[in-house]
């Protein structure tokens, strides 16, 4: 029962050349209503579980745990919005539980790089149960995507992609 838990575990927000290396995020709990402001940014109560990071830069996300998080909207492990030019390695994300991306979930963001990840065991309701992307690119590399699940069948078990304009995941 993590329901006494904070809404996110770690927010990152409009941060630009920033390493983060070597740790577990889990518990956490995004199920609320309304919004918080960090750095001048509106942060949503329900999205980002996990790990939410919020128009950020030139990230460097490694050998990081992600896992047993939940929200009741978008990105149960991670949720990332208009984030660019980022490289995760050597990141777990697993047994992660949302609407929308239980894994992750990804808005209009470019240029983010998945090497040597595992996305695994991670639910859905709607969309994408390992990783679900609307909008921007994603380059997954030397990574396993496995055991994920999404319940709307037509919404992808492992990766759902919804280009607004354009884009992909290669």
Known sequence: N?????????IISNLTNV?????????????GSGKINVN??????NDGGGL????????????LKIKNNLTS????????????????????????????????????????????????????????GGISAKGGNIYIQNSKINGNYATNSNAGGACFYRAPNEGAIN
Do not use: P, R
């Open 2 to 10: 993590n329901s006494e838990n904070a809404y996110h575990t770690v």
């Open 19 to 31: 390493i983060f290396d070597g740790f577990t995020i889990k518990g956490g709990n995004a199920s």
């Open 40 to 45: 001048n940014i509106e942060i949503q109560k």
């Open 52 to 63: 939410a990071i919020y128009y950020s830069n030139k990230l460097k996300i490694k050998n």
């Open 73 to 128: 909207n978008m990105g149960g492990g991670i949720f990332l919005i208009k984030t660019s030019n980022s490289n995760f390695s050597n990141v777990i994300v697993q047994k992660n539980k949302a609407t929308y991306g239980g894994g992750i979930f990804s808005y209009s963001c470019n240029n983010n790089y998945y090497d040597y990840c595992s996305i695994s065991s991670n639910n859905s309701i709607g969309e994408g």
